[in-house]
């Protein structure tokens, strides 16, 4: 059974600088891994999907890499703002699953 | 805004009454599915459907019933509300196969009293 771990479940960090959320899963044979972003009381933004067959995928100031035979994915932000202030989920899907897995998430707050 | 439809916004059912979650999308996806979200548990998925007229059980679906009748429609019952579906529901959709990843809709955030 696929399980998703997100950590740390919290971060805390001033402005400006650049961090890391990681992201493990535990069975390397994934189909996709897509991270999210979630505001307070509101649905799921989609940032960035990473295929099997690719190592990293870009979009402005954020980065998702993954490793799928250690069954990792970080998603670096750079130059964080306040408004990155939100929670990220990562999601795995399966060969054949039709569905994601969800990790718990990882509450993110900028300071400024 | 093309995109995942979710209505009602906000719900609050007494125990034992019954109501219907809609979702429509408007991209021709295939997949369709439901997840609720609870504190700690994160997200699950209720039931999903690869297509009109294919419906399957995900990992909660006690309580809760599913049709597919057309591509753009997924709707979720509650048959008979307990306060243990207080939650807040999801629906998401994507094509098949999934390259594209999962367009989520806003939610509906149900209370049952």
């Known amino acids: 059974k696929q399980e998703v771990t997100q950590i740390p479940a919290a971060l805390s960090v001033p402005e400006g600088e650049n961090l890391v959320l990681n992201c493990s899963f535990t069975?390397?044979?994934?189909?996709?891994l897509q991270w999210f972003r979630q505001d307070p009381g509101k649905g799921l933004t989609s940032l960035l999907l990473?295929?099997?067959?690719?190592r990293e995928q870009t979009s402005g100031r954020l980065n998702a890499s993954l490793d799928k035979s250690s069954g990792r994915s970080t998603l670096y932000i750079a130059a964080s703002q306040p408004g990155d202030s939100a929670t990220y989920l990562c999601?795995?899907?399966?060969?054949?699953?039709?569905?994601?897995?969800f990790g718990q998430g990882t509450r993110l707050t900028i300071n400024p | 805004n093309a995109g995942v439809t979710q209505t009602p916004k906000f719900q609050v059912l007494k125990t034992g009454q019954s109501m219907t979650l809609q979702c429509a999308q408007d991209m021709n996806h295939e997949y369709m599915s439901w997840y609720r979200q609870d504190p700690g548990m994160g997200l699950r998925l209720i039931h999903y459907?690869?297509?009109?007229?294919?419906?399957d059980q995900g990992e909660v679906p006690n309580g809760y019933n599913v049709s597919r009748s057309t591509t753009e429609d997924f709707p979720l019952r509650l048959l008979s509300a307990a306060p243990s579906q207080t939650s807040v529901y999801f629906c998401?959709?994507?094509?098949?196969?999934?390259?594209?990843?999962?367009?989520f809709g806003s939610g509906t955030r149900l209370t049952v009293v």
């Open positions: 069975d390397s044979a994934i189909y996709n």
């Open positions: 459907s690869v297509g009109a007229g294919i419906t």
């Open positions: 998401a959709s994507s094509l098949s196969p999934t390259p594209h990843g999962y367009t």
């Open positions: 990473i295929q099997s067959s690719q």
């Open positions: 999601a795995v899907e399966s060969p054949g699953a039709q569905k994601l897995v």
